[in-house]
């Protein structure tokens, strides 16, 4: 009797660390990132968030692979992604100064750069300044990092998802811009069950 008593003890409390770990992931787990091109052919950054709660300190990666330019990357950050919502950028809000060079270690012009910027209200004043708006380029996803409604700090990469403290990782390639503010798409049914 007290083995099969230690036994149904440690079976309960298995089920209750698992449902504590699928309570601390149930936030985290609505939120995603994807870059997606339009019917004609424009692209469009996405960051989702399918949670009744906001998330808060969102970093987003992304990088561009045109034919014919240096590689060009972005890492932005933004205050919060509103509950229950799709916030989006256009590819022309993207653009890049084409005068930034790498530094002199990086192979064949590529540099690794993990600075963060906020989208700016209007276009860099550089003569450098090349606007993503009338090219045709490739637009990969990157990563997102995010504290969830308990200040947790999350990050999505690769279709994984991972509880951490530790930043995005470093981009290659020259720094883009941002121009302009997102747009946020309020979304319908969104609930701790979705």
């Given at each position: 009797?007290?083995?099969?008593?230690?036994?149904?003890?440690?079976?309960?409390?298995?089920?209750?660390k698992?449902?504590?770990?699928?309570?601390?992931?149930?936030?985290?787990?609505?939120?995603?990132?994807?870059?997606?091109?339009?019917?004609?052919g424009k692209?469009?950054?996405?960051?989702?968030?399918?949670?009744?709660d906001?998330?808060?300190?969102?970093?987003?990666?992304?990088?561009?692979?045109?034919?014919g330019?240096?590689?060009?990357?972005?890492?932005?950050?933004?205050?919060?992604?509103p509950?229950?919502?799709?916030?989006t950028?256009?590819?022309?809000?993207?653009?890049y100064?084409e005068?930034?060079?790498?530094?002199?270690?990086?192979?064949?012009?590529?540099?690794m750069?993990?600075t963060?910027?906020?989208?700016?209200?209007?276009?860099?004043?550089?003569?450098?300044w090349?606007?993503?708006?009338?090219m045709?380029?490739?637009l990969?996803?990157?990563?997102?990092?995010?504290?969830d409604?308990?200040?947790?700090p999350w990050?999505r990469?690769?279709?994984?998802?991972i509880q951490?403290?530790?930043?995005?990782?470093?981009?290659?390639?020259?720094?883009?811009?941002?121009?302009?503010?997102?747009a946020?798409?309020?979304?319908?049914?969104?609930?701790?069950?979705?």
């Amino acid at each position: 009797m007290a083995v099969w008593t230690v036994l149904a003890a440690q079976d309960q409390l298995d089920q209750s660390k698992k449902a504590d770990a699928q309570e601390a992931r149930a936030q985290a787990s609505r939120i995603s990132t994807w870059t997606m091109q339009e019917k004609g052919g424009k692209w469009r950054v996405h960051v989702m968030n399918r949670s009744p709660d906001p998330i808060g300190n969102v970093y987003l990666t992304f990088q561009v692979l045109p034919a014919g330019m240096p590689q060009v990357a972005w890492a932005v950050m933004l205050t919060s992604v509103p509950p229950c919502s799709d916030m989006t950028f256009r590819q022309d809000q993207l653009g890049y100064d084409e005068d930034r060079r790498a530094m002199d270690s990086a192979p064949e012009g590529i540099t690794m750069f993990s600075t963060f910027s906020t989208p700016v209200p209007d276009k860099p004043s550089d003569k450098g300044w090349q606007s993503l708006t009338d090219m045709d380029p490739w637009l990969l996803s990157g990563a997102v990092g995010f504290t969830d409604r308990d200040g947790v700090p999350w990050m999505r990469a690769n279709g994984r998802l991972i509880q951490t403290g530790a930043p995005l990782p470093n981009l290659p390639g020259i720094q883009g811009d941002v121009v302009g503010l997102p747009a946020v798409r309020a979304m319908d049914g969104c609930d701790e069950r979705s």
